[in-house]
């Protein structure tokens, strides 16, 4: 016990101390970070080098363009920019110094005129075509007239400097301090490392110990990125670096493959971390030399070393941070998946927030219409009754004070009786009316009055109702947009969730049937539910998905699992994704049979069958009023809206009233459609009817037969009605039939129409859908001798049980368990 102590004091005190030496590392890299980007001392050196650069022994094209990029990105730095390019110059020679100054002052001046053109990435390079040209002519003609290879020379330089705008102007903004775009394009980085060899043209001339300071940083930046962004970043910064500096010194051009060909192999031996990448530069570095002498391999080497021995002090913090920039690192992978998570919650965020804002709407409309009750609304609308009469009788009566101030109550109650048999459509009782007369001296006015009023009192309590269904309509469509809103920021917001042990089943049990797995995802094992998805590698794929892995998982799960989506590589070894799924418990098979009216080609009766996802099936028909092109229009939109508005996912119930009140409120024409849907679950065979204005349906179970009928107007007559929905078991082998009033209203001398079909219907030898259709169609119009006498319409359905094509496999559990 006493000897803890110490121990815990020690780790708390190491603890404290990583803490410390992070912050002062942190601390560390924010103040350089400002120094050399937010003061901009990075750029100062880099135009000082710039300012040095001389390619061809008399071209320079670098510091010009530089000078351009500055004023063009960051102009409160381009006076500071300028010194320090022609401090660089000052360093190489007297007349390159002159050449810098002039064509800089040239620059100034056209920049300044351009100024106010719109187009500055046009303008810029031309500017600095002219002033990099114009100070050159300028410079040769002072000293004799300008030859041939001098105007090469002289259009060599500008035309470089112009591009060379072109790209430092991509380059120099990726060094911002508040750089937000999350990803370098290929051509960014060409940019970038066209920049950074340029800046190391400057260091032509410096040695150390006889090694090249431009050598050396330029093997330093292939190792890193090499290591960095692998073989093709590495062998292209090589390339790059290397004809620059080559372009700089001729002597140097072996150079440019020996970078080259480093970081290439450094970039494929990237997994063996620093030194991979270090080896594979010594290797660069000893191939290449053999084209040199025993003088130059020294030399050579040492350059190595030394940007090897500065690849191994550089943090490693510094290679996370780019790689952040690079497509194709961990840590730019990790970057994006937590950008995509941001963006995803944000979203999820946003659309969760909409839908309190609905449901905080639909609860409004809710408590509005529900504020008061039916007895406080019944009375208010008696008192506005009374009000109204009162005005127009009792105001000029000589006894007004008697009744409505000292026998209120009496003759409250009188009126009261009376309105209230007024309203049922009788006449006032006689004994109320009776004494009413002894205590009102003008009764009989009174009580014309109330008739009188009558008519206006119901027009407005008519009027109040719609707008209390209005209102409760309104609530319930803002409450179902606000639950299909709740449901997709789930959807958004679905995670991969660990199930290590069902995870560790399906591993194991495929693998022992020979299919290798790169990546297993278990988003969901929720029963009728489960969503797994597979990475997969296959020689040669021959639907293994569904015949061995999605049995396997059957047998793992407990539960039929069937193949979703599959995304097979075309390549041998290539990987494949598959999603699989749980299947439904139940299927559906559909017939259809119509006939428009004599025969004709256009029925005003439409049908459909939509799968809503989920394990929901639908089926409906619409009959539009009358027969025609007019009628097939609105059994047609009626449909429209309604697969529309039931794909979102709002309950049926409301988008049955939500696509009334559209109807109704359409047109002032007399526009009605009928409407007959069911809604299966094929999860537990249940079905929900709703019949608008339709005929029955009828449930074939065996010999038994089961009717579906209900009660309600067709849609677009009135505006407010309830939707009486009926529910009802299927089994499997269950036949469902459904059918416009053209069938069911056709059959002729037929006394019992209900009979009649039932028997038909259990008479038929066969159970297929479409031929139950077709023959029930055939039936009815043979009753009336081939004549068709409105449109008609059957949809038939057939329950059946879910027989998975390939049986589940048995799982090799031992090593699972283990």
């Known amino acids: 016990m006493m000897e803890s102590i110490p121990r815990v004091e020690s780790r708390g005190f190491g603890v404290e101390k990583k803490g410390q030496k992070g912050k002062w590392r942190k601390g560390i890299y924010f103040k350089l970070k400002s120094i050399l980007l937010e003061q901009g001392w990075l750029f100062y050196f880099g135009g000082f080098l710039l300012g040095r650069a001389v390619i061809l022994s008399a071209v320079s094209p670098f510091a010009i363009a530089f000078v351009a990029s500055m004023w063009f990105v960051y102009r409160e730095k381009s006076f500071k920019s300028m010194l320090a390019v ?70 060599v330089e500008g035309v470089l400097g ?16 508040k750089r937000y775009k999350p990803v370098l394009k290929n051509e960014e980085i060409v940019c970038m490392i066209i920049l950074i060899a340029s800046v190391l043209t400057g260091m032509i001339g410096w040695q150390i110990y006889g090694a090249s300071a431009e050598q050396i940083f330029s093997r330093y930046f292939v190792l890193i990125f090499a290591y960095i962004g692998g073989a093709a970043i590495g062998s292209t910064v090589g390339v790059v670096a290397g004809l620059i500096l080559s372009l700089a010194n001729v002597a140097n051009l072996y150079q440019m493959s020996l970078l080259a060909f480093s970081g290439l192999l450094g970039g494929l031996l990237k997994e063996g971390k620093k030194i991979g990448t270090s080896i594979g530069l010594l290797v660069g570095t000893g191939l290449i030399s053999i084209y040199g002498d025993a003088v130059t391999l020294i030399p050579s080497l040492l350059e190595s070393s030394i940007a090897i021995l500065l690849f191994f002090l550089t943090p490693a913090s510094w290679f996370s941070r780019i790689s952040r920039y690079i497509p194709g690192t961990e840590e730019y992978t990790h970057e994006q998946e937590q950008y995509l998570q941001k963006v995803r919650n944000v979203t999820a965020r946003r659309v969760g927030q909409f839908s309190e804002v609905f449901h905080a709407l639909a609860k409004s409309f809710s408590v509005s219409q529900a504020a008061t009750t039916d007895e406080q609304e019944a009375k208010r609308e008696t008192d506005y009754f009374l009000s109204q009469v009162t005005e127009k009788t009792c105001q000029s009566c000589f006894m007004k004070d008697r009744c409505w101030q000292k026998e209120f109550d009496q003759t409250y109650t009188y009126m009261e009786e009376m309105k209230e048999d007024i309203t049922s459509g009788q006449e006032p009782n006689r004994k109320v009316m009776r004494e009413f007369e002894n ?64 995870e560790t089943q399906i591993i194991h049990a495929l693998k022992h049937i020979g299919i290798e797995l790169e990546k297993v995802d278990i988003y969901q094992l929720e029963k009728g539910n489960v969503d797994i998805e597979i990475t997969a590698s296959f020689y040669e794929y021959r ?28 390549f041998p070894n290539g990987y494949s994704h598959l999603a699989f799924g749980s299947a439904k ?22 049908f459909t069958t939509i799968e809503l996802g989920a394990g929901k099936f639908a089926m409906a028909i619409s009959d539009g009023m ?193």
């Open 86 to 155: 022609l401090a660089g110059a000052l360093t190489y020679s007297m007349t390159h110094a002159i050449f810098i100054g002039v064509a800089m002052l040239v620059f100034i001046f056209l920049a300044a005129l351009g100024k106010q053109m719109k187009n500055q990435q046009v303008v810029l390079p031309l500017a600095v075509f002219a002033s990099t040209t114009l100070s050159r002519m300028f410079l040769y003609s002072l000293r004799d007239t300008i030859t041939s290879y001098e105007w090469l020379l002289l259009v």
């Open 162 to 177: 112009a591009v060379l705008v072109l790209i430092f102007m991509q380059s120099i903004p990726l060094l911002s301090p």
């Open 439 to 502: 205590h009102c001296v003008k009764s009989r006015k009174v009580v014309e009055a109330m008739k009188e009023e009558m008519t206006f009192y119901e027009a407005n309590r008519r009027l109040r109702q719609q707008v209390l269904e209005s209102k409760r309509l309104v609530a319930d469509q803002l409450q179902g947009v606000s639950e299909v809103m709740d449901d997709f920021a789930k959807e958004i917001l679905k995670e991969r969730q660990h199930h290590d042990l069902q």
């Open 543 to 570: 639907g293994e998905g569904a015949k061995l892995i999605a049995p396997v998982l059957s047998d793992i799960l407990n539960e039929m699992i069937i193949v979703k989506e599959e995304e097979i590589s075309p």
């Open 585 to 606: 418990e139940y299927t559906i098979q559909t017939g259809a049979a119509n006939a428009a009216k004599g025969g004709g080609l256009v029925s005003g009766d439409s």
């Open 626 to 818: 009358g027969n025609g092109n007019r009628a097939r229009e609105e059994s047609m939109e009626t449909l429209r809206l309604l697969q529309q508005i039931l794909q979102t996912g709002i309950p049926e119930k409301v988008a049955i009233k939500s696509i009334n009140s559209i109807l109704s409120l359409r047109t002032t024409d007399e526009m009605f459609a009928t409407l007959d849907l069911a809604m299966m679950d094929l999860h537990d065979a249940s079905v929900r009817f709703l019949k608008i204005g339709s005929t029955p349906s009828f449930i074939k179970r065996g010999e038994k037969m089961i009717k579906i009928e209900a009660s309600n107007l067709p849609m677009g007559i009135i505006q407010e009605f309830d939707v009486d929905i009926v529910s009802e078991q299927m089994n499997a082998e269950d036949l469902l039939i459904m059918m416009s009033d053209g069938i069911f209203e056709g059959p002729r001398h037929v006394e019992n129409i209900d009979l009649w079909l039932k028997r038909k219907i259990r008479e038929m030898a066969t159970d297929d859908p479409q031929e139950v259709a077709d023959l029930l169609l055939e039936e009815v119009i043979r009753t009336r001798s081939g004549e068709i006498k409105d449109d008609m319409t059957v949809l038939v359905a057939k329950i059946a049980k879910n027989q998975p094509e390939w049986a589940a496999v048995p799982v090799y559990r031992k090593k699972a368990l283990s």
